[in-house]
């Protein structure tokens, strides 16, 4: 009988074409299952909690899989091992056994991500921000922040022709900080869809920029027409932060 764990990582995206295994493309699924199977001895499948578009970062990104091994958790230097084969830019955190039906996808309560606008050039921080010069308006742009808070079908802010069967999530809070030289965009939701934040930031902008009013926002949210919403953000800018689980998943009964 396998035994179901949880394995948390962080990975920097930038050479890869997002989480998930795609045909003649280099993934960090790909890697991970290699490096899993590899040193478990057994062939590994991992399940993502969702996925990351080529070139977005993951400080906290979660997958499950099944082992003949009966608790993985406690077996020393099996993290060490795993990051020693694994590529310098992904990195195995954790490792939980958890209950037989927990889902690194379905499971989740929340998941928050970031977005990372830089206000000078900064060669330290060019493959993780987004560098921009001008006037930002982050007041105008908190508005509109809260403005998304009021709905709940993104339509406008998903990805065209995708297999999504709902449009619809429950936004739990999201808000821009500004630093001296950088601007942070935090969102926390029960889902997202497919290019959602990276659509939602660069529309935000164009309200920050004084392009769109805040009641424009609004009705292209109303519209559900990805097409009247404002160009995606880069990839690069945009790090997924926390994955949010039940505690019960985790209390395994021997």
Known sequence: MKTRYFIFISYRGTSYHGWQIQPNSVTVQKNLDKALSVILDEPISTIGAGRTDAGVHALVFCAHF???????SIRKNLIFKLNRFLPKDISVTTI???????????????????????????????DS??????NINTGAMNDASGILLEHSDFTSFSRLH???????????????????????????ADRFLRNMVRAIVGTMLEVGTGKISLKEFEEIILVKDRCKAGKSAPAKGLFLVEIEYPEEIFHIKD
């Open 66 to 72: 099944d082992s003949i091994a009966s608790d993985l």
């Open 96 to 126: 939980k056994k958890v209950v037989p039906d927990a889902n690194a996808r379905y499971s989740a309560i929340s998941r928050t991500y970031k977005y990372y606008i830089s206000r000078v050039k900064d060669p330290f921080f060019d």
């Open 129 to 134: 921000s987004w560098f921009l010069h001008g």
């Open 162 to 188: 995708s297999d999504t069967r709902t449009n619809i999530c429950r936004i739990f809070s999201a808000g821009w900080e500004e630093t001296e030289n950088r601007i942070v965009f935090t969102i926390k």
